[in-house]
C-alpha cells in the first residue's frame, strides 16, 4: 500500500511491468449513479481476470468514482489496464485537485475513501493532466 504521485523518483516498472492493454474505457457523469454503473462495469470486466481480488478491486473503484462524483463534480473517465504484474483501475476526471487523506473520525460520515483505498488497493497513486488528474490504484496479478 504505497502511495505515488508525479513528483516521485521510484520507477513504477518494476512493479508493473510491461503495460499490456486496455480491458476497458468508460465515460460517466458527475452523478450518484455513476458510482453504481462503474461496480457494474468493473466487475463485469474484471470476473473474467480471475487472478485479482475482485471484491477489493471493486470497492477501491467505488471510493474512487465516489470521489470523483464529490470532489471533482465535472464528467469522468474510468480505465482498466493490464499490465504484466497488475491491472490497474483509473479514474480521470477533469478538476486537479490532488486528494487528500483525511484523518480518520468515526463521529464522521465521510472522509474514509483514501483509507479504503491506501488498505485495499497493492499500490496507488496520482498524477496531474492536462485538464484535471487521474488517480489510479493497481491490484497485482496472482
Known sequence: MSAFNESGTSDLAIYFGDFLSTIAAFTMPAMADSVLLARQQVTDFLSKEGSIDLDHAIAVTSELVANSVVHAA??????????????KVVVEDLNNQLPVMRSLDVAVDSGRGMHIIDEYADLWGYELT?????????????
Open 74 to 87: 465535472t464528467e469522468l473517465q474510468v480505465v482498466l489496464e493490464r499490465w504484466q504484474y497488475m491491472v
Open 130 to 142: 492536462e485538464n484535471g488528474k487521474r488517480i489510479w490504484a493497481g491490484f497485482n496479478v496472482a
